[in-house]
């Protein structure tokens, strides 16, 4: 699974200003309604319950919040990168700057573990977060997001 299949240019959020978890899962709902088509309170109480059960702020200045939904046909990405970290309760109580969000169908269980785990082994890479860092501009992150796995690989 590559990200480029869960990811459109225009989910991209170049320089997200919020200056809480709550604003920036606001935002990133926001965001996710409009690639969705689903409601925005729908998705941000989505986003709510399940951090609710956990945080989703991986470490390293990374989270990975997510949620089901039964009209969702595919798994959909929004991508930001925040202007100023924020705390985000994540398991490592570092703040939090660059925010992968996934949408799945309520029946993607594999398909939507597999997302996750594409996600997380992208921002696990300092080399690849470094990157995402250094710059603000949408096209950018988009092309260092999507680039195929084997690039990543070396």
């Known amino acids: 699974m590559e990200l480029i299949d869960l ?7 170049p320089s997200l200003k919020v200056t809480s978890k709550k604003q920036a899962l606001q935002e990133l709902a926001a965001k996710a309604a409009e690639v ?24 390293q200045g990374v989270a990975i919040p997510h949620g089901k939904f039964a009209e969702l046909d595919r798994i959909i990405g ?16 570092q703040p939090v700057d660059l925010v992968f969000l996934l ?3 309520e029946g ?3 398909d939507h573990l597999k997302a996750l785990a594409r996600v997380s082994r992208l921002l696990r890479s300092q080399e690849i977060c ?5 710059t ?10 999507t680039e195929p796995v084997e690039s990543h690989a070396a």
Do not use: Q, W
């Open 78 to 93: 929004v991508f930001a990168r925040l202007d100023v970290p924020i705390d985000f309760e994540s398991i490592d109580d």
């Open 136 to 145: 603000d501009k949408a096209d950018a992150l988009f092309a260092i997001v």
């Open 130 to 134: 470094a990157k995402l860092r250094d």
């Open 7 to 13: 990811l459109d240019p225009k989910s991209v959020v």
């Open 103 to 105: 949408l799945a169908p």
């Open 108 to 110: 993607a269980g594999a």
């Open 36 to 59: 969705a088509g689903l409601p925005e309170r729908r998705i941000f109480e989505a986003l709510l319950e399940r951090e609710r059960l956990g945080t989703t702020g991986v470490g």
